[in-house]
Every structure is written in structure tokens, then in C-alpha cells.
């Protein structure tokens, strides 16, 4: 599984940056003015956008090795500008790391698909799910232990995955080169017939991937990834404990998702039971955790009682909504039956992914000091419920899914045994 875990360094470990650009602006050294911190937050999302906008172009006009290649540099260059100790270098380093991370998104699963046969390709994309939770254990590990007086040690801490993981990809790159190496190929006769026998189903792969990428927006995968802390705060539980929590739940999550990757067998339950299954969990747990927090602001002696209650079933529900979120984008990924195509929806989830990620987070913290924690939190209960019935009845009547023999063509399936070495 070694190209699952370069292309996932690229990618799914870079997303701390999400939330770790708060070491700057704690109690103990407020590195970062208010002004400052508001424009570098969004230097990374908005270069998140740019990747993964212009990324389609670049793989047509060049190769998708182009691309990955592009990503590699954005993490080395960034993180090596960041570390320049004037705060315009830290906005512009974290805007080209999320240029490449952008980038990367899209390509490692692509890049995954490819190398990997359908039984091992869920287990490949368990890999980016588990940097994923190590992404946010780095980034909560970071707020809470390593505040430091020092803008320079500070920067280094923050950007030493980019620096290494750039590092990582340079070394290995030779494994990519022949496969890679081409611009996106037109797609083949045999091809175009079945993506026209599949833009002429009642629900296309595309609708389908709209709705799971919503739903793993509103059932809060961005919000516990940046408001973790303040959430289990809301709850009742001191700020100390709050953090603790915060550093607990990715940790749980990574064991459970390493469990995920052990070897698959008969057994082991389809994609589509996957998604349905762990989402329809997710949203009984999700439901469960509304009910003990309502209306423990007002009463105190519920609020003691409940707040163990509340942030046990919060530790539970963000770490199983990884399982059905991380495996749809396996499932999506799957629904196209060329690299262009593929390219090309997973763009357009990015972006939703983006812009519904950006949407929360800007309106979360501001509805939540208005109201409480229960009010922020039921819209995105209703939502996910509406998205999960109409996906039940997307995928409820689909078949079980089988591998798809016209994946790769004849040249791309003996270049892939030529790298078979690369795939354990």
C-alpha cells in the first residue's frame, strides 16, 4: 500500500492546516494579530479552491503526473516561505500548500484507483482516511501542547508535515512515472457506450455523488474538525477536558479505521452497506446527542448530570462517520468508468466539499453565540436526515457492486504489473 500512503501524505495529513493556524493566537503567546489571523485562515481554503479548479487543466494539458508533481512542490515551497517570519509569507506559504492540497484531493484517488484492484482498492482508501484522523490528532496535539513564544519554532511546527511529506514524494516519484506521465487519454469507443448507457439512468453517478458529498458535509465532518474543543466546552466540560477529548476522539478514530484495513474477506460488508449502514448509525447517535443537550444551558443540575452523557456520544459519532464518509468517496470514485470522467466528478465534489465546508464554518460559531449549542446544531440533524432518506432511495435498488473489467486499458494494466512491487 506504499503509493496509497504518498499520495494521502499529499493530501488528507495536509488538512491540518484547517485548524492548526490557532497555535498562533493562544493565551500564552497571541502570535497573530486579529486582522492578520482572519486573512491567513483563509489563505489555505481559497488555494484549496484554486487546485482544485485549475487541476483538470493541468492533467489535459500535461499529465496527471503534472499534477501530483505540482502538489509535491506547493507542500515544500509553501512550507519553506511559511517559516519567513513576516506574517504576509505565513498567508501566501499556506494559500500555494492549499494549491497543491487541492490538487492532491483529487489525484490521490485517481491515482488509487488505478493501482489498486477492486478488493484491495477500499482498504487503499482506508489509508486516506486514517491520515485524515491523524491530520486532526496533529493539529489538536499542536493547539494544546505546543504553544510557544516563538513565531519561528512556531511556523516549523505547523509546516514540518508539508516540508516532510514533499520530501517523501520526491523520493518515491519514480513509482508514478510511467503510468502517470500522459496527458488525460480521450476515452475509448467501448468506454463512451457505457458512460452513455450510464448518463441514461434515472439517477446518474454524478446525482449520487452530489448527495453523499452533502451529506458528509451536514452530518458535520467539517464542524468537528474545527470546532471540536468548543463544542464539547458548550457541553459543560471544562476547557482542559475539552481538549483532552479533542485529542481522544481522532485517536479512537485511527484504531478503528486501522481495523477497517484489515485483510477483506466474504464477510466483510459491501461499499453500499457501508455508507447506508454507517450513516443511518451516525444519524440515530447524532439524534441521541441532540436529545441530551437540549436545554442543559438552563439547568444546571442537567447540565452536570449530562455533559458526561453528551460528549461520550459526541466521541462516538466523530469517529464512526469516518467509516461511510471515507468509503464514499471510494464508491464515488468507482461510479465513472474512465480517468476523465473521474477527474471530472471528483472536481465538481471537491468544490461542493469546499464551498459547504467554507458555509459551515463561517456560519457555525456566529449562530452558536447567538443561541446555544443545540439550536447550531438541529439544522444540519434535519438536513442530513432529508439527504440519507433520498440516498436510501439512490442506492436502495442498486445491485452490489462488481469490478469493472474495461477499468484500465491493455498499456495501463502491464505497466501496473510492472509496479505490482508498489501496491504492498
Known sequence: MKIAL????LSA?????????????TKNNNLISEGSFTIIAAAFPIGKVFGTFFVEKICKKWSI?????????CLLFGGLISLIPFTIFLALGRFIIGIGVGCGFVLSSVIIYDFYPFEKRANAFFIGAILFGSAALYSNIVVAYFSLNN???TSLIVNLPSLVCGLIYFLDRPAFIDIFSYPLESTSRRKMDKKKSIDEE??????ITYFLIALNASIGVPIVMAFSTLIFENMGV?????????ILYPLTQLTILSAFRLP????????????????????VIFFSFLLSIQGIEDDKISLNH???????????????????????FCFITERFPDRESRVKALVKSRMLLWGLSALESATFLPILNATNLFIALIPYLVISVALFVFLLMLLGSMTEEEEDEYELTESDTIQLKNYSSCND
Open 306 to 328: 449530562n455533559s458526561g452523557i453528551s460528549a461520550a456520544l459526541f466521541l462516538v459519532l466523530a469517529v464512526l462517520m469516518a467509516i461511510p464518509c471515507n468509503t464514499s
Open 151 to 153: 513565531y519561528f519554532v
Open 264 to 283: 477483506i474477506d466474504s464477510s466483510m460488508p459491501s461499499r453500499k452497506s457501508l455508507i447506508l449502514g454507517g450513516y443511518g448509525i451516525c444519524l
Open 13 to 25: 495529513l495536509q488538512i491540518h492546516h484547517q485548524t492548526v493556524l490557532n497555535v498562533f493566537t
Open 202 to 207: 434515472t439517477f446518474s453517478p454524478m446525482t
Open 238 to 246: 471544562s476547557s482542559f477536558r475539552a481538549s483532552q477529548y479533542s
Open 6 to 9: 504518498i499520495v494521502s501524505l
Open 65 to 73: 503526473l503534472a499534477g501530483i508533481d505540482l502538489n509535491g512542490i
